[in-house]
Every structure is written in C-alpha cells, then in structure tokens.
T-cell receptor, first 118, second 112 residues
C-alpha cells in the first residue's frame, strides 16, 4: 500500500522569504502522479501543483516549485516570496497511474500548517 | 460559472438518523469522489464513481452509501451504521483520464 509522510506538522516563514515543505512517499509503482494541495481557513482544497513521475523536469507554477527526487521518493514544495495569503494547511498527495490512465484513490499526507508572518 | 457545489454547509444528525450530503458539478467531469477529513488528518476516500450508474468503495466505505444516477450529481448518505460521523466531508471531480481532482467547498457534519 502507498503511504505519504509529511514530517513537519507546523512551519512559519516571514513575508517575502522562501520556505520549503517536505514530503516523502512509499510505493512500488513506477508510474504515478504527485500533488500539492492548499487548504486555507475556508477549508476549500485548492490544487497548487502537480508532477508526473515520468517527467524528470520539476514542475513550477509562478512562486511555487517542487523538487522531485524519484529515487529518494521525495517531493518537496518550495514557496518563494511568501505572501500572507499563503497561510494555510498544505497537503501532499499521491495517485498511482495505471496503463489506461484511469483515476482512483488520492492518498494524502497529514498536512503541514504554514503560517506566513508580516 | 463552472464549479462544484456542496450543500448544506453545516448538517446536524441525530442518533439513528440517515442524512444525505449533496454534491453537484457543472464541469462536465466524468469522475466524482467523496472524501472524509478528520481534525489533524489528511483526506480519506469514501466512495468514487468513474461513470454514471457505477461506483466503487474507497478505504472507509462502511456506514456510507452513494448513488450516481446523473453525471452532474453524486450524493452521499451517512447511515445510522456510521458510528462516528462527525467530520468534514469533501466532494471532488475530475475529467476521466487526467488525474487532477478539483474540490467543492465541503460540508461539516455534526452529531447532536
């Protein structure tokens, strides 16, 4: 069974600084997808970034980027130029991808609570 | 505006009562999902449906039931068999084959 581990329950960062959130996962699959979701106080889950395991290039979305290390099964999220609106719970998630590309279970970590301080 | 709606925002259940949570999407997505979130935890999958009139159990399906009679709708019933129903429930949908799931705003269920 796949598992996702986020080892940092809480983190804080000063506005405009850079912060990195850690995520490791355990799987015997070769093809899969990894995601970072953000859950602000409103509790709406918002997709931040997605990475396909077959791609070596790390995904980026504006101020958000990942460091994907497939051999180490590591998938960290870097937030640059942190803003007050980045304050939220951040969840790392894993989904295996079968040959047909069908979807199934998203496996979530327990989350990291990020506070951005002015 | 395209999106996923969930209702109600808050729901109260009495002992022995079945309650139904609504999830509707107008994104023309084929697949829909129900997750449960407990305090300090990530999300866990209850049920999912890849196509109308078909659905599969997730990791914690006991005490829950679903139906998928229309592409746009995937209601979740929390039955009296679910002994610990207090949680935040999130519905999601995705275009079949693209793997990215988009979430609704959630329903908070409380037991009286």
């Amino acid at each position: 069974a796949q598992t996702v581990t986020q080892s940092q329950p809480e983190m804080s960062v000063q506005e405009a600084e850079t912060v990195t959130l850690s995520c490791t996962y355990d799987t015997s699959e070769n093809n899969y997808y990894l995601f970072w979701y953000k859950q602000p106080p409103s509790r709406q889950m918002i997709l931040v970034i997605r990475q396909e395991a077959y791609k070596q290039q790390n995904a980026t979305e504006n101020r958000f980027s990942v460091n994907f290390q497939k051999a180490a099964k590591s998938f960290s999220l870097k937030i640059s130029d942190s803003q007050l609106g980045d304050t939220a719970m951040y969840f790392c998630a894993f989904m295996k991808s079968d040959y047909g590309g069908s979807q199934g279970n998203l496996i979530f970590g327990k989350g990291t609570k990020l506070s951005v301080k002015p | 505006d395209g999106g996923i709606t969930q209702s109600p925002k808050y729901l109260f259940r009495k002992e022995g009562q079945n309650v139904t949570l609504s999830c509707e999407q107008n994104l023309n997505h084929d697949a829909m999902y129900w997750y449960r979130q407990d305090p300090g935890q990530g999300l866990r999958l209850i049920y999912y449906s890849q196509i109308v009139n078909d659905f599969q159990k997730g990791d914690i399906a006991e005490g829950y039931s679903v139906s998928r009679e229309k592409k746009e709708s995937f209601p979740l019933t929390v039955t009296s068999a679910q002994k610990n129903p207090t949680a935040f429930y999130l519905c999601a949908s995705s275009i079949r084959g693209l793997q990215t799931q988009y979430f609704g705003p959630g329903t908070r269920l409380l037991v009286l």
